[in-house]
């Protein structure tokens, strides 16, 4: 064994309450030295309040080093005792581009394993009393590592560290950090790391999301292109089907049925693009190109700074065969999820877009034979509904496909039992009536009021919330339960005293922005959404995402810069009314 250090202190923690940007929190994070011999157990070290990574035996112990103390009294101007960056080992140790993943410690009595980098929590910067201090922890390279413990023992202050086994990667730890903390890491790296054969599962897990991230912008595109309109047709006498095709011609990527594209829009009168979402409706007719559908209409609730109808008067009006149009990738988690259970697509108005989509997908070759579906579409009358002969045809392509067509406000020459099966809005009870037992996964899409009546109505009937999706057109709410703002403060204004609105694209909700939020977040978080997230102080990118519209301004500066046209949302404050792909 060859002797590497030698353990300086062991700390320990109790825990206590702690207030982090505006949140009451239970931490152990406050350690200090024991002096005392103690037990290291698989849990981790035996009086230590462990309560943030308690149940992840990959960090059972914290060990940061004496000389990187050293670099930080210099750098604060003050002397830190043993413990004051949370970890229970302040070690004489080697430096994290020593060390490797895998590499096997004997500590006293304890066999440990070295396992990853430390991701500094937003707890730090309130231990240390700088607002900044993750980010300058991690620019440093200072990172500290975490170990399982494979063989339980005691430990005291002098005991050496030996290095029993090195890892059989060759991964440093420096390395290992280097590429989680990076939004887009270089592609031989991250392959590199997730060959590993002891890499933790955890670790693995956010590895494979960066490498599915980086594999669907080169199956599909990640910056904005141009797509130019092949055709145009009118259908009824509000919407407008566009396709919308590559310049070169080829193929464009594919989509999940559901999934909306994004289009930047150049407006006469308009200082900047002006930004909307279209649900992808199908395939151009030549199978290569995109068809959306627009219906000419107001802006969306929340759009204060812009005329009625602006993008989609644009559209109607400006756009013809040949126009090109700034676009990105198809997006968005509105897709039919994989099951037995019979579906149900119902919508109303413009809402049949992505039912479109949908339909389309589920009677590709297989899908019929697996599950029943159930079109239910609401319009005022012939006049207003969009694609009909187009629903008619696929409807028509299996038994197991029902259609329900209502009219509200039919005209004369619409003929019951022909070119409608009722009369009236689409409600709960028509779908009680058309759907036997309400036993299927059902997928919702239309105006506000109605998306609130039949979502609501559904649940009210024993429906299982996981099993009713739906998604709005323009804001929206969710309809599971209303954001608290009970202690967020009152709704924020811009520079121009205009209400900021911060709209989730993907899922369809927009909420106000209040004084007291700290950041987009925390305000995602609050709004019902779960988006995906780590240190929560602008390290390590697993919250970055796509900002379509508007300003941010940085509570904490993110470590590395943000690429253009992404937002690292845990830390990012809206200056102006925003759009956030979440």
């Not at 187009?390 to 004369?412: C, Y």
Request: net charge negative; hydrophobic share 40%.
């Amino acid at each position: 064994m060859t002797t590497l250090g030698a353990l300086l202190s062991v700390n320990a923690g109790v825990a206590e309450p702690m207030t982090v940007q505006g949140e009451a929190i239970v931490t152990g994070f406050r350690k200090r030295p024991t002096g005392d011999v103690e037990r290291i157990e698989v849990s981790g070290l035996v009086g230590d309040d462990h309560v943030d990574d308690a149940h992840d035996l990959d960090r059972a112990v914290l060990f940061y080093q004496r000389s990187h103390y050293d670099s930080w009294s210099s750098e604060l101007g003050r002397e830190l005792a043993p413990g004051t960056f949370g970890e229970q080992f302040t070690v004489e140790a080697p430096t994290e581009d020593e060390l490797l993943v895998g590499d096997r410690l004997r500590v006293g009595g304890a066999l440990l394993q070295v396992t990853q980098p430390r991701i500094p929590c937003r707890k730090m910067a309130v231990r240390l009393g700088v607002e900044d201090m993750p980010t300058q922890y991690m620019r440093t390279g200072r990172v500290g590592f975490f170990c399982k413990v494979l063989e339980p023992g005691q430990v005291r202050t002098g005991d050496n560290i030996e290095l029993v086994q090195r890892g059989p990667d060759s991964i440093t730890v420096a390395a290992l950090a280097n590429v989680l903390h990076r939004d887009e890491p270089d592609g031989f790296e991250l392959d590199r790391m997730l060959s590993s054969e002891v890499l933790p599962e955890l670790v693995r897990a956010k590895l494979t999301k960066l490498a599915a991230r980086m594999a669907a912008c080169q199956q599909s595109w990640c910056d904005d292109r141009f797509l130019v309109v092949r055709s145009r047709e009118q259908h009824g006498t509000e919407v407008v089907a566009f396709e919308l095709a590559a310049p070169d011609g080829e193929r464009l990527p594919e989509f999940q049925a559901g999934q909306f594209l994004t289009l930047a829009m150049s407006v006469d009168g308009v200082d900047k693009p002006v930004v909307r979402t279209y649900t992808v409706a199908g395939r151009s007719t030549d199978g290569l190109g995109y068809r959306i559908a627009v219906k000419r209409e107001p802006a969306p609730i929340g759009s204060i700074d812009v005329a009625p109808g602006l993008a989609s008067g644009h559209l109607h009006d400006s756009v013809g065969v040949g126009t090109r149009l700034l676009a990105r990738a198809p997006r968005g988690r509105f897709v039919v999820v994989p099951g037995h259970r019979p579906v149900v697509l119902v919508s109303a108005g413009i809402g049949i877009t992505p039912m479109l989509a949908m339909l389309e997908e589920l009677t590709a070759a297989g899908s019929a034979e697996q599950r029943e579906v159930f079109f239910v579409h609401g319009a005022r009358s012939s006049r207003e509904r969009a694609f009909a002969k187009h629903v008619q045809n696929l409807v028509g392509t299996h038994s197991r496909f029902h259609s329900h067509l209502l009219f509200s406000r039919p005209q004369p020459q619409d003929e019951l039992g022909k070119d409608f099966d009722a009369t009236g809005r689409l409600s709960p009870d028509v779908l009680e009536q058309v759907v036997p037992g309400l036993d299927a996964d059902f997928y919702v899409c239309g105006p506000a009021p109605f998306m609130a009546d039949v979502v609501s109505g559904l649940v009210d009937r024993g429906v299982a919330e996981e099993r009713v999706h739906y998604e709005f057109f323009g804001a929206a709410t969710s309809l599971f339960g209303e954001l608290d703002a009970a202690d967020a403060g009152p709704e924020a204004v811009d520079r121009d005293g205009r209400p900021i609105v911060v709209t989730f694209a993907r899922s369809g909700i927009s909420v106000p922005w209040r004084e007291n939020s700290f950041s987009l977040l925390a305000l995602a978080e609050q709004a019902g959404l779960r988006p995906d997230a780590s240190c929560r102080t602008g390290l390590c990118n697993t919250c970055v995402c796509r900002i379509d519209d508007g300003e941010v301004d940085y509570a904490i500066e993110p470590m590395n810069a943000v690429t253009p046209g992404k937002v690292a949302v845990c830390c990012a404050r809206p200056r102006t009314s925003v759009m956030i792909d979440l």
